[in-house]
């Protein structure tokens, strides 16, 4: 990591505190990396993701969760994820179509 040294006028140095309080911020280097994020990565979400991407967890998220199922060998975890891409891919497709 780099570390460079900013010069800020009292009145935004004072917002930016302000915003790191109130927004949660661990510091104003975090708020400073939060933005220039955002100047640099215009196309990507709050949470860090492609609009398309979030979109698809979003879709993903509100699917049941069935808790009956039980995976015992690493064989029913593959199918499952199988399952779980594929039903991705055919979220995916609908939305390019």
Not at 21 to 28: E, V
Not at 55 to 80: F, G
């Amino acid at each position: 990591m780099n570390t460079i040294n900013i010069s800020l006028p009292e009145n935004l140095y004072k917002e930016a505190k302000k915003i790191v309080k109130d927004k949660g911020y661990s510091s104003i280097s975090e708020l400073v990396r939060d933005g220039l994020r955002k100047v640099i990565y215009p196309q990507l979400t709050e949470n860090g993701f492609t609009p398309e991407f979030e979109e698809m967890v979003l879709e993903a998220a509100k699917e049941p969760v069935d808790e009956s199922k039980v995976w015992e060998t690493s064989e029913d975890i593959d199918k499952y994820y199988a399952k779980l891409h594929k039903k991705l891919e055919k979220i995916r497709h609908a939305k390019d179509n």
